[in-house]
């Protein structure tokens, strides 16, 4: 991965060394404002940038616009009142964070939290104005009650989708998050936004920088303004000018390998990137921002690694279950699946984890989702469960012993183990992980089942460093002037780990900072 430089003395990633200057460009556009990426971000800050009057280019190197996913995390909603959730915004902040574990910048959380409800209503009346459906998503990420919780383990009902029933994917199989990213795109358009299709941001450039200034400010944290941007497609190189600056909304960096073993390598441990194959999250926006002097994230990234195939979890049951590594030993906290549960199965022996269940699973669930799963019926589970044992996607086992052979460990240490969280079910204590005596289901009734415990990368955000507008900074924490990140190349918002806490999040804060820094650098 590696790479030497000319004179052949270092080694040096992409990001450490200058690119060679781009010398064939023969086409010159010049717009108000570029924006670098359309996906929900960069949709976000195009339309709100041209709705305030600003003449906006977004280039997106794919030949679509990206929408992922179906929550849309917001605090304050018209919708959330009118369900009678209140949300206390002082504990939110605090709680985000403290999962940034003070590496974070708390005033970008702050204006996340204090402004996501507004906007959020903004779009959810131009959804209502053109027929699309709003709804809060209560059913699968925020979990009803689970804002009675202890701090660590609280989520909130924030997330909405923009649609009104169940499933995660529209019949042309795309995310149900793609009816927003659309309607915004369309949006943008109607306020004149170009969208630039199959158009690939190369450089930055800064005056008085590097390639294209006299350089003589390269280490000084000195550079001038970023004047815009050069471009490829199928024509060549071009230079997109923009009078007021460039907003980055590049995504995440799960897509580049080399950066995921230099700043996150947890991910590489992952089962699968449910991004690829479209794999265009290559952290362009960094490595073009690092060569004009901008710095990134002190804070290490945040991956968002999900429980996809989680087998219970497809079964309905995403509920905590008694955890055991290869050993047949208990390993990690079993509540809440992602960040901990799939966090732990990265970092454990072999990469392998299994949850283990026994035939009172049905009781089990409705003990842990009293909400959820009170129409739900044991036959209803058990069918579903007998079908994952059919295909051999859960393990069988008449006894303890009979399980661990199926699943490969050894059985004593899975005995003792059993028998030791059994102590802790009986308790209602568990003095190893503190798990919530609810989520403690005993292991006493064959026969018994276990689950592989899948962990799949959603996306590994990780960014610029900015200040609290999210414009881009220098090493020496000076704003440079014209260029701003919005979405997950925003750096500082997120580290270590995504919080789960505030569901949506992630969707949240793009739409927030879209928005906002859209408005205010066409208003500059
Ligand atoms: C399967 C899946 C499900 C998810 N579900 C949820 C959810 O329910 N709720 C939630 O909050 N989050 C969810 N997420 C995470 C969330 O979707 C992303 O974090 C979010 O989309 C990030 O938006 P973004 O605008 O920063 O980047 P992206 O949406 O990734 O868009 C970045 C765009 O920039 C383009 N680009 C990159 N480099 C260049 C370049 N050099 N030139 C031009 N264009 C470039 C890319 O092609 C891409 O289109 C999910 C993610 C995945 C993968």
């Not at 206390?88 to 964070?97: E, F, M, Q, T, V």
């Not at 390639?211 to 000084?220: F, I, L, R, T, V």
């Not at 089942?449 to 990368?457: D, H, K, P, W």
Request: neutral net charge.
């Amino acid at each position: 991965m590696e790479k030497k430089q000319n004179n052949g003395l270092r080694t040096v990633h992409p990001w450490q060394a200058q690119p060679q200057p781009i010398t064939n460009i023969e086409r010159e556009e010049t717009y108000d404002i570029v924006v670098v990426g359309a996906g929900i971000s960069g949709c976000v800050a195009a339309h709100s940038a041209a709705e305030a009057g600003a003449k906006v280019i977004c280039v997106e190197k794919s030949n679509d616009i990206t929408a992922n996913g179906i929550d849309v995390g917001a605090i304050g909603t018209k919708l959330q009142k009118e369900a009678g959730i209140q949300l206390d915004k002082d504990l939110i902040a605090r709680l985000l964070y403290q999962w940034g574990q003070s590496q974070v910048n708390y005033n970008l959380i702050r204006t996340y939290v204090d402004k996501s409800g507004e906007i959020f209503d903004y779009y959810c009346d131009l959804a209502k104005s053109k027929g699309l459906k709003v709804s809060l998503n209560s059913q699968n990420t925020a979990r009803a009650d689970w804002d009675t919780l202890e701090d660590r383990f609280k989520q909130f009902r924030t997330a909405h989708k923009f649609s009104d029933d169940e499933r995660h994917y529209r019949e042309d199989g795309k995310f149900v998050n793609a009816n927003f990213v659309e309607m915004v795109r369309d949006a943008a358009k109607e306020h004149g936004v170009v969208f630039s299709f199959n158009t690939k941001a190369e450089q930055l450039i800064r005056e008085k920088y590097g390639c294209y200034g006299d350089g003589e400010n390269q280490n000084s944290g000195n550079g001038g303004r970023v004047t815009g941007v050069i471009v490829s497609d199928s024509s060549g190189y071009k230079i997109l000018n923009a009078t007021k600056g460039v907003i980055l909304a590049t995504g995440d960096i799960g897509g580049n390998k080399e950066m995921l073993e230099c700043w996150s390598p947890i991910c590489l441990r992952a089962d699968r990137n449910a991004y690829a194959p479209k794999g265009f999250n290559t952290g362009d926006g960094i490595i073009m921002g690092m060569w004009i002097g901008a710095a990134r994230s002190r804070c290490y990234p945040a991956p968002i690694i999900h429980a996809v195939n989680f087998l219970p979890l497809a079964a309905g049951m995403d509920t905590s279950w008694l955890t055991v590594n290869r050993e047949g030993k208990r390993f990690c906290c079993e509540v809440a699946w992602e960040p901990m549960v799939t966090n732990a199965r990265m970092n454990a022996p072999g990469n392998k984890a299994f949850a283990i269940f026994d035939s009172n699973y049905p009781e089990h669930a409705k003990k842990q989702e009293p909400i959820k799963f009170a129409s739900v019926s044991a036959s209803e589970l058990h069918a579903k469960v007998e079908k994952a044992v059919q295909s051999g996607k859960i393990f069988k086992g008449e006894t303890l012993e009979e399980l661990a052979e199926a699943i490969g460990v050894p059985a004593d240490n899975l005995r003792k183990t059993v028998a030791q969280y059994n102590k802790y079910c009986d308790s209602g204590f568990d003095p190893e992980f503190g798990v919530p005596s609810r989520f403690l289901c005993s292991v006493k009734d064959g026969p018994f089942y276990a689950s592989l415990i899948t962990s799949v990368q959603l996306a590994v955000p990780y960014g610029l460093h900015v200040d609290d507008n999210s414009q881009v900074c220098d090493e020496y924490d000076n704003p440079i002037p014209g260029l701003f990140a919005v979405g997950n190349v925003q750096g500082d918002f997120l580290a270590n780990s995504y919080p789960v806490t505030v569901p949506g999040l992630n969707h949240g804060r793009c739409i927030t900072f879209g928005r906002l820094v859209g408005q205010a650098l066409a208003k500059s």
